[in-house]
Every structure is written in structure tokens, then in C-alpha cells.
């Protein structure tokens, strides 16, 4: 049976006159991967700092595992996080970071056998590392005690193709054994490829919490249509459908819900090319911002 391993309640992060989060509730239950996705400036970062008991929220409440409230020792033991601007000694090797961080909370055998299969170079020091191998050691850092729940800001930024993919495996057998990410993303592919829920916050607010099971049965879709002549007017004004970009015979439309009007006034002219799909995750996000 799955457990709430974090609640938020109406948190609100107020600087000033801004509202960085504004009312903002959620809950994340063992075994299911949840991304945050927002641009820059949206209020992702807030909300995992408040999280990690970094910063306190001015109203609301965040609870972990059910009864631990965030920066307390006893709930800190039981996440690994890795931060979009984690900090590391320059002139220490990977191997004198794993060392330090075993000598906090264990997991020595867990981090060489990630980095065996990361291909973490371990005896170079931190600031010769590429982008890439920097980013290695922040997940190392975070999974090698296992925890039971993992806070992930941007984890795949700076890794190759092939890697991201391993990650991706390594998080879903995770949450297979009950584990929990949260993690933030502006890679709408891979969080369409590995979320069980979505949750898009725009300018400090929870726009859309959904599962991805629901985003995709919103029906909407793109149709894109070449016309053998030029584009009839009357599919400019569909109720149900916006337009995307339309040039020349040319026009690509997104229609919410029931297909059949707008296919009907397509099927009164002579067409060279029709391509009908659903909405990516990207174009669903582009709605809620628009």
C-alpha cells in the first residue's frame, strides 16, 4: 500500500512584495516519479529549497513521510538530493568526496559500483571534470545511501544521450521498489518518457497536476492539412481548434475533443497531404502558458 511521503499545503514564499510560490499544494506518494516543470523563474527552485528545509515557507505547510517537517535530521537521512548549483571542494577527487559522504550516512560499495557504471573517472580532481562527469558525481553523491526519497533539480543537464538513458532506467527501477522522485525538468521528453505525474507551475502557481495517463486523454490533436488550393477560412474559426502556423496551402491546427467537425470541412476540398497526431507534452505545456 502506497504511503504520502511528501505533502505540501498551500505554501506561499512571499520576497518582498513577489510571491516566488503562491498557494501551492501536492503530494507525493511512495512509488511514483513526479516532474515539476516550469521555465526559469517559475518558482521550481523555491519549492525544493522549502522541501529540503533550505528556506520556510512565509504561509502553508510541508510535511515528509508522514510526520517529519523539512530540515529535520531524522527526514534528511531518508533523501538524496542533488541541487542545479550543488557545491564541491575543487581540488578534491570524486573518491575524497564519496569518502566524506560515507563518513556521514554510509553507502561506500554503492557509490563505486555507480561509478563503475556511470564511468566516473574517481581519482581526478573535482575542477578538471567535465560538465558531465561533475553532474555524475552529484548523482552518485545522492543515491549511494539509498534513500527513499530522491529530490532531483535538472539531474540529466550535461549528460550524454546514452547516460540519460541508464538514469532514466536506474530512476524507474527505483520507484519499482517503492521509491520516490521528485524531480524538476525542462526536458518535457524525458519527464513524458518517465512521470507517472505532472505538475507545471507558472509564475509561483500550480497551473496543472495531472497524471500523464490524463494529459494524454485530453484528446487533443494536431492536424496539419497542404490544401491542393488555398486555405479555406471557414477552419480559421473552429470553435475547438486553435490555429499553429498556417502558410501558404498549409495549416496545422490543434483541435480539442470531437475530430469529426473539423475533418468534415476538410473532406469539402481537394487535399495533397494530411497528418493527424496527438499533442507532445511540449505542446501541452505551451498551452497552459499561453
Known sequence: MSSTIVQLKKITKRYGQKNANDAVSLSLTSGEIYGFLGPNGAGKTTAIRMIMGFAHPTEGSIKLFGKYRPGDEAALARIGFLSADSVFYPQWTAMQHIRFADSLHGGHKRALELANQFGLELNTKFHRLSSGNKQKLGLILALMHDPELLILDEPTRGLDPLLQQELYELL?????????????????SEVEHICDRVGIIRSGKLVANETMQTLRQMH???????FAKSIPSELLNLKNATVQSQQDKALTLHV?????PCLQLVSK??????????????DMFMRYYQ
Open 172 to 188: 524507474l527501477d527505483f520507484a519499482k521498489k517503492d521509491g520516490t522522485v521528485f524531480m524538476s525538468s525542462h526536458n518535457l
Open 269 to 282: 476540398h481537394k487535399i495533397v497531404d494530411i497528418q493527424i497526431d496527438h499533442v507532445s507534452l511540449e
Open 220 to 226: 487533443v490533436h494536431s492536424v496539419r492539412v497542404v
Open 256 to 260: 480539442t475533443g470531437d475530430l469529426n
